[in-house]
């Protein structure tokens, strides 16, 4: 545990000793706050977040490949990833001290639009129920998206190219659901059940449904062990 936590800080302390974390974070807040001033005469009347917390889930599969790209293309490419895989470090340490990174990452994005919150509570009387709920499903779902992120970063040591490689994942499993009822049958079936925002809709609604919880946390578990079995692999070639 020493060990991921440590690799965890060095990755923090990276991404927020460059200025793409800030520019990033100030655009995330910038486009959600977008959305809650053009949707503010249907916020205080319902008195929730509904309009915001769905952009924010659009917002992060863009923000997931941007900070997800570099933590292993970037040690691929300059050599340093063959240094973490003959260290004293397992390769489920180095992949869960990436992802401990990447949630914390996620959670400083996350963390300045509880203002809305405060906001809310200022001019309104909230259902707490619901933003508790909205923001446990936008933690898994952000969560979700790093997986996938680091998992195409470990695929390539071009950083471009593994960050298109998760946005473009990342479409799919967000447009999924309305590619859903183009057709019928079990394709249709199975495009509803890979959607990312078919699981994230309870959760926004105040609803904490186990099928949409085991979801999300199978496809975290998913992409991390997917992740180091790709680096289990490199100690072969």
């Known amino acids: ?62 923000w997931a490949p941007i900070a997800s790209m ?68 936008l933690l898994l779902y952000g969560s979700a998206a790093a997986a996938l992120g680091l998992f195409t970063s470990s695929l390539t040591g071009n950083q471009i190219v593994a960050g298109v490689t998760a946005a473009v994942a990342l479409l799919f499993l967000t447009l999924a659901s309305e590619a859903s009822g183009l057709v019928s049958g079990l394709p249709s079936a199975l495009l509803a059940g890979v959607s990312l925002p078919a699981h994230y809709t309870a959760f926004v609604a105040g609803v904490i449904e186990l099928r949409n919880v085991v979801y999300f946390i199978t496809f975290i578990v998913l992409f991390l062990f997917l992740t180091t079995l790709s680096l289990e692999s490199r100690r072969w070639r």
């Open 70 to 137: 570099r933590l292993l293309a970037e040690e691929q490419k300059l050599g340093t990833l063959e240094l973490l895989l003959t260290a004293p470090l397992r390769d489920w340490e180095i992949v869960t001290g990436k992802f401990c990174a990447l949630v914390a990452m996620l959670l400083g994005i996350i963390a300045p639009t509880l203002v809305y919150v405060v906001l809310l509570y200022w001019y309104a009387s909230p259902d707490g129920g619901p933003l508790l709920t909205g923001y446990l499903g």
């Open 1 to 62: 545990m020493r060990n991921v936590l440590l690799l965890a800080w060095k990755e923090i302390r990276s991404y927020y000793g460059s200025p793409m974390a800030y520019v990033v974070s100030a655009a995330f807040l910038a486009l959600t706050g977008q959305f809650y001033v053009s949707g503010v005469s249907e916020l205080l009347p319902e008195a929730s977040l509904r309009a915001v917390f769905t952009p924010m889930t659009f917002a992060l599969i863009f």
